[in-house]
């Protein structure tokens, strides 16, 4: 764990030399104060020599003024080294996320994660930067404060270093507990979070229905979690911090003792013994800084510990021979899979399907028969746990995801839009497309008519998830998208599905336009927007219970027909 997390210094290795050889003269410069005090009782003052004291007192701040420099250069380069290694871990981290297969989404909730992307790897920075630094100062000065006592008095020195030892039992023994309360406090955070991106996320729905006392209850509950393991993670703080002080300040009482004693006897004279007393406090500051060491290194380290649990998720991997999909035509077929999700229930039971180049097949059947999953599927999106998928003859296993998912549109019930311009978001599909090609994908979606009567045009904020623009506009977009991106193959999944009547006669306009030349799979549950595709499949409980053109399903009075009948009579009652 440790040697991952030094692998991140190695592309800033040489900022972080120069700022521990700043922090390695800054504390050669704290050592100069006792030493020349000591000279001056010793020396300078019994002597009366006026003019050495004023030349050492005129090095003295000579020494502050480079100190004070090499300071800022810690302080602003040092935290620099930590800000760009937590740069590099959140790009390494981001990255990884792209990489992930569906199912880890399915099972981690989006604010757990963006928890580990800021809260952890800001307390990583920390660490980043003041861990080595306070660490290689503070054995700079008990190193150093250590010679130069024994020049001293060697034993009265090792009577006082002798705590050290002492400190670090202390130290070792409760670390454990302090790792336990400070990994227990970041999961509770994490939890926190994901509740307020929720929560955040549905505050329209929460004002719908007029749950905001629900809503404040639900975040209390994680709250009041996140305090307890607080609370948990400064008592073991609070133990380790009275603890280590208590070691401290008996350190004071045994300097004062011993080096009163060791004066009494004459063994040590005056200015020796001030010089202890100053060394001593110089002394102290190393320590607490190696307890504030202790402090970060926890929440460092467990910070980390999440990061890599990220990094170390298996991601969606290639087969070793996969080839790139080219010349594609468009031909699917489904040769007896079968498919379940982590929960290990069974979603799909030895599904046979054939769509032909250009042809276009409609899904249905009742909900959580299996449909949006073979949608999903098609895109490689899950791996098969039996059977094989095939496009113009070629395995999917075969295939690089990259050239499988060019060739692929989804147009989803749910759109999702990104926070930007209706420019950029349909770019999305064609990063690359200029913006002649953006416009003409609009016109043939019909939203460009709309776009025009916005102040910004194509360049207006749609806000987060298209939050200004209505239903039928966002699958406007959603379409144009598609549109640019020209795939051969479409996958339409409930597209009109949560629109009225009249928004769905223009997005099926679109739609209609959008499958011409395309083989095309259509999931919907308005059996009148699929009465002339091509093929019907009806699947329930993960089966392919009957499959046909509309009047032959209809012909054979089974699924299909009962399907339609209900709709049929449900939409005569309406009118």
Same mark, same amino acid.
Request: glycine share 6%.
């Given at each position: 764990?440790?040697?991952?997390?030094?692998?991140?210094?190695?592309?800033?290795?040489?900022?972080?030399?120069?700022?521990?050889?700043?922090?390695?003269?800054?504390?050669?410069?704290?050592?100069?104060?006792?030493?020349?005090?000591?000279?001056?009782?010793?020396?300078?003052?019994?002597?009366?020599?006026?003019?050495?004291?004023?030349?050492?007192?005129?090095?003295?701040?000579?020494?502050?003024?480079?100190?004070?420099?090499?300071?800022?250069?810690?302080?602003?380069?040092?935290?620099?080294?930590?800000?760009?290694?937590?740069?590099?871990?959140?790009?390494?981290?981001?990255?990884?996320?792209?990489?992930?297969?569906?199912?880890?989404?399915?099972?981690?909730?989006?604010?757990?994660?963006?928890?580990?992307?800021?809260?952890?790897?800001?307390?990583?920075?920390?660490?980043?930067?003041?861990?080595?630094?306070?660490?290689?100062?503070?054995?700079?000065?008990?190193?150093?404060?250590?010679?130069?006592?024994?020049?001293?008095?060697?034993?009265?020195?090792?009577?006082?270093?002798?705590?050290?030892?002492?400190?670090?039992?202390?130290?070792?023994?409760?670390?454990?507990?302090?790792?336990?309360?400070?990994?227990?406090?970041?999961?509770?955070?994490?939890?926190?979070?994901?509740?307020?991106?929720?929560?955040?996320?549905?505050?329209?729905?929460?004002?719908?229905?007029?749950?905001?006392?629900?809503?404040?209850?639900?975040?209390?509950?994680?709250?009041?979690?996140?305090?307890?393991?607080?609370?948990?993670?400064?008592?073991?703080?609070?133990?380790?911090?009275?603890? %280590?002080?208590?070691?401290?300040?008996?350190?004071?009482?045994?300097?004062?003792?011993?080096?009163?004693?060791?004066?009494?006897?004459?063994?040590?004279?005056?200015?020796?013994? =001030?010089?202890?007393?100053?060394?001593?406090?110089?002394?102290?500051?190393?320590?607490?800084?190696?307890?504030?060491?202790?402090?970060?290194?926890?929440?460092?380290?467990?910070?980390?510990?999440?990061?890599?649990?990220?990094?170390?998720?298996?991601?969606?991997?290639? %087969?070793?021979?996969?080839?790139?999909?080219?010349?594609?035509?468009?031909?699917?077929?489904?040769?007896?899979?079968?498919?379940?999700?982590?929960?290990?229930?069974?979603?799909?039971?030895?599904?046979?399907?054939?769509?032909?180049?250009?042809?276009?097949?409609?899904?249905?059947?009742?909900?959580?028969?299996?449909?949006?999953?073979?949608?999903?599927?098609?895109?490689?999106?899950?791996?098969?746990?039996?059977?094989?998928?095939?496009?113009?003859?070629?395995?999917?296993?075969?295939?690089?995801?990259?050239?499988?998912?060019?060739?692929?549109?989804?147009?989803?019930?749910?759109?999702?839009?990104?926070?930007? %311009?209706?420019?950029?978001?349909?770019?999305?599909?064609?990063?690359?497309?200029?913006?002649?090609?953006?416009?003409?994908?609009?016109?043939?979606?019909?939203?460009?008519?709309?776009?025009?009567?916005?102040?910004?045009?194509?360049?207006?904020?749609?806000?987060?998830?298209?939050?200004?623009?209505?239903?039928?506009?966002?699958?406007?977009?959603?379409?144009?998208?598609?549109?640019?991106?020209?795939?051969?193959?479409?996958?339409?999944?409930?597209?009109?599905?949560?629109?009225?009547?009249?928004?769905?006669?223009?997005?099926?306009?679109?739609?209609?336009?959008?499958?011409?030349?395309?083989?095309?799979?259509?999931?919907?549950?308005?059996?009148?927007?699929?009465?002339?595709?091509?093929?019907? =499949?009806?699947?329930?409980?993960?089966?392919?219970?009957?499959?046909?053109?509309?009047?032959?399903?209809?012909?054979?009075?089974?699924?299909?027909?009962?399907?339609?009948?209900?709709?049929?009579?449900?939409?005569?009652?309406?009118?």
């Amino acid at each position: 764990m440790i040697r991952r997390f030094i692998a991140y210094y190695k592309p800033h290795r040489r900022l972080f030399l120069l700022d521990l050889i700043s922090a390695f003269f800054i504390s050669v410069c704290d050592l100069f104060y006792p030493i020349i005090t000591r000279d001056m009782l010793n020396d300078f003052i019994p002597n009366h020599e006026m003019r050495l004291l004023f030349i050492w007192a005129f090095v003295l701040l000579v020494i502050y003024i480079i100190k004070a420099l090499l300071g800022y250069f810690v302080q602003y380069y040092g935290h620099l080294v930590g800000v760009y290694m937590q740069a590099d871990m959140r790009r390494d981290i981001f990255i990884h996320l792209q990489k992930l297969p569906f199912s880890y989404y399915d099972e981690h909730e989006t604010g757990k994660i963006m928890s580990r992307m800021i809260n952890d790897l800001q307390d990583i920075a920390e660490l980043a930067h003041h861990g080595p630094e306070d660490l290689f100062i503070s054995l700079i000065m008990m190193i150093g404060a250590f010679a130069y006592l024994c020049t001293i008095n060697v034993s009265l020195t090792i009577i006082i270093f002798i705590f050290i030892p002492i400190l670090i039992f202390f130290c070792m023994q409760i670390r454990k507990s302090m790792t336990a309360a400070f990994m227990e406090s970041r999961v509770k955070v994490a939890v926190v979070n994901a509740n307020l991106e929720n929560s955040i996320s549905g505050i329209r729905v929460s004002k719908a229905f007029t749950n905001d006392t629900f809503e404040v209850d639900k975040f209390q509950k994680g709250n009041r979690a996140f305090v307890k393991a607080r609370e948990k993670a400064y008592k073991a703080m609070g133990h380790f911090y009275s603890g %280590s002080n208590f070691i401290i300040d008996l350190l004071n009482v045994v300097v004062l003792v011993a080096g009163g004693y060791y004066t009494f006897q004459g063994w040590i004279n005056y200015g020796d013994f =001030v010089a202890y007393m100053l060394f001593i406090n110089q002394f102290i500051n190393p320590i607490k800084k190696l307890i504030n060491f202790m402090e970060q290194f926890q929440n460092g380290m467990t910070g980390f510990q999440r990061f890599c649990e990220i990094v170390d998720e298996p991601i969606e991997e290639e %087969s070793a021979a996969a080839h790139e999909l080219k010349n594609i035509k468009g031909e699917i077929t489904f040769d007896h899979v079968s498919f379940h999700y982590a929960d290990g229930k069974e979603v799909l039971n030895d599904v046979s399907l054939h769509i032909k180049p250009g042809e276009k097949l409609a899904l249905v059947g009742p909900s959580g028969g299996g449909k949006t999953t073979i949608c999903h599927l098609i895109p490689h999106f899950y791996p098969l746990d039996q059977g094989t998928i095939a496009i113009d003859g070629q395995n999917l296993r075969d295939l690089t995801f990259a050239s499988l998912r060019k060739n692929i549109g989804i147009v989803q019930q749910d759109v999702f839009l990104f926070n930007g %311009s209706i420019k950029e978001n349909i770019a999305y599909g064609d990063l690359g497309a200029s913006e002649e090609a953006i416009i003409e994908a609009a016109k043939r979606a019909n939203i460009h008519d709309y776009v025009m009567t916005l102040p910004n045009g194509y360049d207006t904020n749609i806000g987060e998830r298209g939050v200004k623009l209505s239903g039928g506009q966002k699958q406007r977009l959603s379409i144009a998208r598609v549109f640019l991106k020209n795939p051969p193959i479409l996958i339409l999944d409930e597209a009109t599905s949560a629109l009225d009547n009249t928004t769905e006669i223009l997005i099926q306009e679109a739609l209609d336009e959008l499958c011409k030349g395309r083989t095309t799979l259509v999931v919907a549950h308005r059996l009148s927007t699929i009465k002339n595709a091509d093929e019907i =499949v009806v699947i329930t409980g993960g089966e392919v219970r009957e499959q046909g053109t509309h009047e032959e399903l209809l012909a054979q009075n089974g699924i299909y027909h009962k399907l339609y009948e209900s709709q049929f009579r449900t939409q005569e009652e309406m009118r």
